[in-house]
């Protein structure tokens, strides 16, 4: 059975960092893209980060790009991305994916508040 489950979120003020982590399992992680993407309320779903399976190729969000890294560690099974610099416009359920736009199976998702 297929499962991503993350893990991670909270609260931070302004200017905080947080690592959120997937951990995934019904799949071999080493074949397959993934990514994050962030859902506030009352606003579209965006795709924050991904990461392909092949390549080392990395992309990002212009809203987060020097501030957000997403990594993976394929021998645990695990997807992580760190979030420094959180501004309260970060604020919002993020979810970890597969593949990256469209995406196809995804967790339920951490809760990230960024506010003072």
């Known amino acids: 059975q297929v499962e991503l489950v993350e893990s991670g979120g909270g609260l931070v003020q302004p200017g905080g960092s947080l690592r959120l982590s997937c951990e995934v399992s019904?799949?071999?992680?080493?074949?397959?893209?993934m990514g994050w993407f962030r859902q506030a309320p009352g606003l579209e779903r965006e795709g924050v980060a991904c990461?392909?399976?092949?390549?080392?190729?990395?992309e990002y969000a212009d809203s987060v790009k020097g501030r957000f890294t997403i990594s993976r560690d394929n021998a645990k099974n695990m997807v992580y991305l760190q979030m420094n610099s959180l501004k309260p416009e970060d604020t919002a359920v993020y979810y970890c994916a597969t593949p990256c736009g469209p995406y196809d199976i995804w967790g339920q998702g951490t809760q990230v508040t960024v506010s003072s």
């Open positions: 990461t392909y399976s092949t390549g080392g190729k990395i």
């Open positions: 019904g799949f071999t992680l080493d074949y397959y893209t």
